[in-house]
C-alpha cells in the first residue's frame, strides 16, 4: 500500500523517543497462505472525505498516514476493534465488473461497518453476521473494480503493514485520565494490550477503550511516558521508553523509535 506520510502528525509534531524492542516473547506475524471469501462495497466519493475519523479513532486518514487505502470491516472481521491498523490484500473475483486482470490492493482496517439487521444479509444487510465484508474507501474500491457495480465479491488475505518510523500515540485526557490512540503499526498491525509508565509510577495496565485506544485513570500529568504495546494476534511486545516528555499536552502525537517487523 501507497503510504501518505506526513511531517505533521495529528494535531501537533510528535515528539521522538529512545526506545527498545523486547526479544523473544513469541514469533513474528506471518501474512495468510490462502485466501478467503467476501464481498465489497464502497462508501464515500473519489476524495475519500466521508471515510475520516471511523470507529478506529485515526481521525484524519491523511494526516496519520493512512491516505485512502481505506476500509471499514464488518462486525466479525471488526472484533470489536481489536482489528484496527490490520492490513489486507483484497481483489476483485469472479464479476464481470473487475478490472482487467483482477489486481489487488492492500487496504487498512480503519473504521466499522454497522450491521443492518433490519436488511436481508443479501440485500443490503452485506455487514450483517456472519458475513465477511469490506467497505471500502471509493478510490481504494476503483482499484479492483468498477464503481457502478456497487458490490463485487472479493478474495483476501492478512499481510503485514509496511509502516515508515515508529509506533504513534495521540494522547488525550486530562491529568487523572489518559486516553492514548495507537497508530501505525507495523507488521501484524493490531493492538491487543498497552501498558503506560509514568516516570514516577509502575507500569500500569490500560483498558481497551473503542477502536484503538486504551485508558488509564492514573494521574500521569508532570511525568515523561514510556509504553509497552503487544500485538493482538502474534503477542510480541515491544518497549518505547519516554516516548512522551513531562510536558506532554492532550491533543498532541508522539512518535517511538521502534516498531514491529
Not at 479513532?57 to 470489536?80: I, K, M, P, Q, R
Not at 457495480?149 to 495521540?170: D, E, Q
Not at 507488521?187 to 483498558?207: N, R
Request: a positive charge; one cysteine or more.
Amino acid at each position: 500500500m501507497a503510504l501518505v506520510v506526513f511531517l505533521l502528525l495529528l494535531l501537533g509534531t510528535a515528539a521522538v523517543s529512545s526506545a527498545l524492542s523486547i526479544p523473544g516473547i513469541s514469533i513474528p506475524f506471518l501474512p495468510s497462505d490462502g485466501w478467503s471469501n467476501a464481498h465489497a462495497t464502497f462508501y464515500g466519493d473519489e476524495t475519500a472525505s466521508e471515510t475520516m475519523g471511523g470507529a478506529c479513532g485515526y481521525g484524519n486518514l491523511f494526516a496519520t498516514g493512512y491516505g485512502t487505502a481505506t476500509a471499514a470491516l464488518s462486525t466479525v472481521l471488526y472484533l470489536a476493534g481489536f482489528s484496527c491498523g490490520r492490513c489486507f490484500q483484497i481483489r476483485c473475483s469472479g464479476s464481470a465488473y473487475c478490472n482487467t486482470g483482477s489486481p489487488s490492493i492492500t487496504v487498512t482496517a480503519t473504521n466499522l461497518c454497522p450491521p443492518n439487521l433490519a436488511l436481508p444479509t443479501n440485500n443490503g444487510g452485506w455487514c450483517n453476521p456472519p458475513r465477511a465484508h469490506f467497505d471500502m474507501s471509493k478510490p481504494a474500491f476503483m482499484k479492483i473494480a468498477y464503481w457502478r457495480a456497487g458490490i463485487v465479491p472479493v478474495m483476501y488475505r492478512r499481510v503485514a503493514c509496511s509502516r515508515r518510523g515508529g509506533v504513534r500515540f495521540l494522547l488525550q485526557g486530562n491529568g487523572y485520565w489518559l486516553l492514548a490512540f495507537v497508530m501505525n503499526v507495523g507488521a501484524s498491525g493490531d493492538v491487543g494490550s498497552l501498558w503506560v509508565k509514568g516516570s514516577k509510577t509502575d507500569w500500569i495496565k490500560m483498558s481497551h477503550s473503542w477502536g484503538a485506544s486504551f485508558q488509564a485513570f492514573s494521574r500521569l500529568s508532570g511525568q515523561s511516558l514510556s509504553f509497552k504495546v503487544v500485538s493482538y494476534t502474534t503477542g510480541q511486545t515491544i518497549l518505547a521508553n519516554n516516548v512522551a516528555p513531562t510536558n506532554w499536552w492532550a491533543g498532541m502525537t508522539y512518535q517511538a523509535q521502534v516498531n514491529f517487523t
